[in-house]
């Protein structure tokens, strides 16, 4: 079974600054998907990013980027120049890429999240 | 376009009453899912379904039910409520065929309250 792990309970930043959120996982599959997710307080899960296995390259979406380690299993996001409205709850997530063997399905695997907070 | 709807929003409920959430969704997508989460804590898969009238077991399924009789519907059943099922409860979405994935679609979630 593959799990995430999110070490960083709570991070903070200044606005305009950049911030690092940290996540490792373990799995024993090659091909794979990585999401962040963004919970504001709506409780809304909202997509933030999402890197497939197969691909070298990092993902970007403005100002969200991953640093993608395939041998380390690690999946960090980077924010540059936060925003107030960066402020929320951040979770990690794992999808297996295949319906291997109808064990996925193409569940979500979800690390425990790290809040972050944004100082003005 | 609506996405995936979740009824109720909040619900206080009593020690043994039993409840269902309703989860709709109007993207044609297949696969259908229900987590629950706790407190500071990620979100853990209760249900699954791949297709109207195949459901299966996630992780956390005890004191749990669901049907799937549709491709747009598929409710959460709780029996016999207990504190242990205090949670936010979100119902997601998202349609596969073969090994590509199109992203997953969450509703908004409802708070459960048992007392």
């Known amino acids: 079974a593959q799990t995430v792990t999110q070490s960083q309970p709570e991070m903070s930043v200044q606005e305009a600054e950049t911030v690092t959120l940290s996540c490792t996982y373990d799995?024993?599959?090659?091909?794979?998907?990585l999401f962040w997710y963004k919970q504001p307080p709506s409780r809304q899960m909202i997509l933030v990013i999402r890197?497939?296995?197969?691909?070298?390259q990092n993902a970007t979406e403005n100002r969200f980027s991953v640093n993608f380690q395939k041998a380390a299993k690690s999946f960090s996001l980077k924010i540059s120049d936060s925003q107030l409205g960066d402020a929320a709850m951040y979770f990690c997530?794992?999808?297996?890429?295949?319906?291997?063997?109808?064990?996925?399905?193409?569940?979500?695997?979800f690390g425990q999240g790290t809040i972050l907070t944004v100082h003005p | 376009n609506a996405g995936v709807t979740q009824t109720p929003k909040f619900r206080i409920l009593k020690i043994g009453q039993s409840m269902t959430l309703q989860c709709t969704q109007d993207?044609?997508?297949?696969?259908m899912y229900w987590y629950r989460q706790d407190p500071g804590m990620g979100l853990k898969l209760i249900y699954y379904?791949?297709?109207?009238?195949?459901?299966d077991k996630g992780e956390v399924p005890n004191g749990y039910n669901v049907s799937r009789s549709t491709t747009e519907d598929f409710p959460l059943r709780l029996e016999l409520a207990a504190p242990s099922q205090t949670s936010v409860y979100f119902c997601?979405?998202?349609?596969?065929?073969?090994?590509?994935?199109?992203?997953?679609?969450f509703g908004s979630g409802t708070r459960l309250t048992v007392v």
């Open positions: 890197q497939e296995a197969y691909k070298q």
């Open positions: 799995t024993s599959e090659s091909d794979y998907y």
């Open positions: 997601a979405s998202s349609y596969q065929t073969g090994v590509a994935n199109y992203g997953y679609t």
């Open positions: 993207m044609n997508h297949n696969y």
């Open positions: 379904s791949v297709g109207a009238g195949i459901t």
């Open positions: 997530a794992y999808r297996s890429y295949a319906n291997a063997g109808g064990t996925s399905y193409g569940k979500l695997t």
